[in-house]
């Protein structure tokens, strides 16, 4: 990976320059490791299985209390 850096007058590193190429690659990775903590997250809580008309049937409740 080809970086450059910006520097102050004294030298030190204010910023970085990517390749856009090499930008997007590591913002898909982070994006995926955000994924994995949610996920295991999400397996660390407590598991209640519903069924999908249940399910359906409260987001539109949700959407109707919202829409008034």
């Not at 856009?20 to 995926?32: G, P, V």
């Not at 598991?47 to 409260?58: I, L, P, R, S």
């Amino acid at each position: 990976m080809r970086t450059q850096f910006v520097t102050d007058d004294a030298g030190h590193k204010l910023a970085v320059i990517l390749p856009i190429k090499e930008y997007n690659k590591m913002i898909e990775k982070l994006e995926d490791f955000e994924d994995v903590k949610l996920y295991d997250k999400a397996k660390k809580g407590k598991q209640e299985f519903k069924d999908a008309k249940d399910v359906f049937k409260e987001i539109e409740e949700k959407r109707e209390r919202s829409n008034v």
